[in-house]
Each structure stands twice: as structure tokens, then as C-alpha cells.
């Protein structure tokens, strides 16, 4: 083989490896999440934080417009509640991973797969980079597209991401903008199971 290929070769597979290497093992962010139905086209806002780690354990939490907690440790996967008015019941609601996983965690699991096409995506390079969902993981994850959008122009990093956008495969649109994105937090594991406050109804 010519050298000329071989170097070619090398710094596509290189290449390659760095855009697999897009997702971090964990990152934690407080973030905006705003919320377009497909009926009225109408916006809702909310605030809240995520934390995550590879592969399938998320800790996501709304703080407004009500107090809702999603977390699972890549087995078990709690939803909770809180109540409306102080003093009533919370509810939380107990199952395994696979089938409570949120749209989130098949989401973020995906992104392991890089910026390059592979079986779930098709990328479309540029700012921002749009990722087009194929049909059989339309119907796996509940995503037909994604939007990353990133800071800076040509940085293309994890860590450089201002907000991502999802359209659902119903149609509806979701766009977290993160407000303090960290990779690579030491996240404890406790963090990733849920022990209900007193006063929780509980159901599975």
C-alpha cells in the first residue's frame, strides 16, 4: 500500500474515532426547556437541571412550572410528583429502565454513536448539526430530527453545546437550552436512585 494511502487511512480512522468520542462519560447542566404543542403551535417554558451517565442513567428534575423528578440508574426508574399544595400527597411511580426510559435517555444514549451517520442517524454537517432519525429508530426512540446547536462556529464539541432541539415523531418540539453545561462530573451514584419523600403514594 502507498504511503500517501496509508496516511490517508490513518487520519480517517482518527478522524472518525473524535467525532465517536463526542459524548461524555457524564455532564450536568441547569437548563430552559421550551415546549411546542402541534395544536396550537403555543410555547411553555420551564427550568429544571439534568445530570447523566453512560449508558441510560439520567437524573432530570423540573423546578417550574411544577416540581417533577425522572431518574433512573440503567435498571430502575422512578417518576415523581410533587404535590400542588403542601401537606397532600406526592406521587411516584416505580419501573424497570426499559419500560420507563424517557425519550431523553434513548437520545443521549444515541449521541455514544458520534457526529458521523451510523444506524440511527443520518447527520447533516454544518452550524448547526441537524441529526435526521431513520425509520426504525423514529419508532424506537419517539425523535425524527435533532438540532445541536453550539457556541462558537466550527467548535463542535460536547462541551460547546448552547442547546439542542428535538421534534418528536408526533409532531410535537422541544428545545433545552443549557445554562451551565459541565462534562465529565463526578457524579455520584446515588444520584441516579430515588428514595420518596414521606407522605408519597406509590404505584408501579
Given at each position: 500500500m502507498k504511503l500517501s494511502t496509508l496516511i490517508s487511512t490513518a487520519l480517517l480512522?482518527?478522524?472518525?474515532?473524535?467525532?465517536?468520542?463526542?459524548l461524555p462519560q457524564t455532564f450536568s447542566s441547569k437548563f430552559e426547556q421550551v415546549y411546542t404543542s402541534t395544536l396550537k403551535g403555543k410555547e411553555k417554558k420551564g427550568q429544571g437541571s439534568i445530570e447523566y451517565k453512560y449508558?441510560?442513567?439520567?437524573?432530570?428534575?423540573?423546578?417550574?412550572?411544577?416540581?417533577?423528578?425522572?431518574?433512573s440508574n440503567g435498571t430502575k426508574s422512578w417518576y415523581y410528583r410533587a404535590p400542588f399544595i403542601e401537606g397532600e400527597q406526592g406521587e411516584v411511580t416505580e419501573s424497570?429502565?426499559?419500560e420507563g426510559?424517557?425519550?431523553?435517555?434513548?437520545f443521549f444514549d444515541s449521541l455514544k454513536n458520534?457526529?458521523?451517520?451510523?444506524?440511527?442517524?443520518?447527520?447533516?454537517?454544518?452550524?448547526?448539526v441537524t441529526l435526521q432519525f431513520n425509520k426504525s429508530a423514529v419508532k424506537e426512540l419517539g425523535i425524527k430530527e435533532s438540532v445541536l446547536n453550539f457556541k462558537t462556529p466550527?467548535?463542535?464539541?460536547?462541551?460547546?453545546l448552547s442547546s439542542i432541539e428535538l421534534t418528536f415523531s408526533d409532531g410535537k418540539k422541544s428545545k433545552l437550552?443549557?445554562?451551565d453545561l459541565k462534562t465529565n462530573p463526578a457524579l455520584a451514584a446515588d444520584r441516579f436512585?430515588?428514595?420518596a419523600p414521606a407522605n408519597t403514594k406509590k404505584t408501579n
Amino acid at each position: 500500500m502507498k504511503l500517501s494511502t496509508l496516511i490517508s487511512t490513518a487520519l480517517l480512522f482518527s478522524s472518525t474515532a473524535a467525532f465517536a468520542e463526542f459524548l461524555p462519560q457524564t455532564f450536568s447542566s441547569k437548563f430552559e426547556q421550551v415546549y411546542t404543542s402541534t395544536l396550537k403551535g403555543k410555547e411553555k417554558k420551564g427550568q429544571g437541571s439534568i445530570e447523566y451517565k453512560y449508558p441510560s442513567q439520567i437524573r432530570f428534575e423540573t423546578t417550574t412550572p411544577s416540581t417533577v423528578i425522572f431518574v433512573s440508574n440503567g435498571t430502575k426508574s422512578w417518576y415523581y410528583r410533587a404535590p400542588f399544595i403542601e401537606g397532600e400527597q406526592g406521587e411516584v411511580t416505580e419501573s424497570s429502565t426499559k419500560e420507563g426510559s424517557t425519550i431523553y435517555i434513548k437520545f443521549f444514549d444515541s449521541l455514544k454513536n458520534g457526529l458521523t451517520s451510523n444506524e440511527y442517524y443520518t447527520v447533516k454537517k454544518g452550524d448547526p448539526v441537524t441529526l435526521q432519525f431513520n425509520k426504525s429508530a423514529v419508532k424506537e426512540l419517539g425523535i425524527k430530527e435533532s438540532v445541536l446547536n453550539f457556541k462558537t462556529p466550527g467548535n463542535q464539541k460536547f462541551e460547546e453545546l448552547s442547546s439542542i432541539e428535538l421534534t418528536f415523531s408526533d409532531g410535537k418540539k422541544s428545545k433545552l437550552n443549557f445554562l451551565d453545561l459541565k462534562t465529565n462530573p463526578a457524579l455520584a451514584a446515588d444520584r441516579f436512585n430515588f428514595v420518596a419523600p414521606a407522605n408519597t403514594k406509590k404505584t408501579n
